[in-house]
């Protein structure tokens, strides 16, 4: 990690779209405006995937024992950071844009590169393994899926278009983001205003 400036979002608001109007509207979209997203609009898709909810911690993503084994890292052209839930920041992690090296690593998609935000959803199984052993990986991997549903639902809440990508170069994606030991990623989102 190349440097630890910390960058704060606005609180989460709470929108007026139904659930059902969001779950009807959802679907994959690969193409993108250039216009970047906000700060607000960052903050809230991360929150509505792992935001803090509850005064004991509870998050917006079900965790097998409350044991949170996700990270999140939001990309856009100008820097990388890593989602802080509790304080609803983010740790700056690198200032360069990460997304042509993810693209590549993402077999050659063109919306990881295009996207004005790429989140990875990142599993960090040994923090639920001392409770659940070798069904660690398999929770880890059932909240990725809860993480990213609730952050595509919230890019439709904010009229904004999204896509889920599970077809990437897991040892790639991990050394571009520069993740720890132990971390190992499980989806990105590329998430950007329509194009039309």
């Given at each position: 990690m190349t440097t630890s400036s910390r960058v704060d979002f606005p609180p989460p608001t709470e929108g007026t779209v139904p659930l059902e109007v969001t779950l009807?509207?959802?679907?994959?979209?690969r193409e993108f405006a250039a216009d970047p997203l906000t700060a607000a609009e960052i903050g809230q898709l991360l929150w509505a995937a792992q935001g803090v909810t509850t005064d004991r911690g509870g998050r917006t993503a079900p965790s097998a024992g409350a044991l949170y084994p996700l990270e999140l890292y939001a990309v856009t052209s100008k820097r990388a950071m890593r989602y802080?839930?509790?304080?609803?920041?983010?740790?700056?992690?690198?200032?360069?844009?990460?997304?042509?090296?993810?693209?590549?690593?993402?077999?050659d998609?063109?919306?990881?590169?295009?996207?004005?935000?790429?989140?990875?959803?990142?599993?960090?199984?040994?923090?639920?393994?001392?409770?659940?052993g070798d069904r660690?990986?398999?929770?880890?991997?059932?909240?990725?899926?809860?993480?990213?549903q609730n952050l595509l639902l919230q890019a439709v809440a904010l009229d904004l278009v999204a896509v889920p990508i599970?077809?990437?170069?897991d040892e790639a994606v991990g050394s571009i983001l520069e993740l720890p030991g132990g971390q190992a990623p499980r989806y990105l989102l590329a998430v950007g205003h329509p194009r039309t």
């Open positions: 009807r509207r959802r679907r994959s979209v802080l839930p509790g304080g609803h920041g983010a740790e700056i992690t690198t200032e360069r844009d990460l997304r042509h090296d993810l693209m590549i690593a993402a077999l998609q063109e919306a990881v590169g295009q996207a004005p935000l790429l989140v990875a959803v990142v599993a960090v199984p040994e923090r639920t393994a001392a409770k659940y660690a990986p398999r929770y880890a991997d059932l909240e990725a899926g809860h993480a990213a599970g077809g990437f170069d």
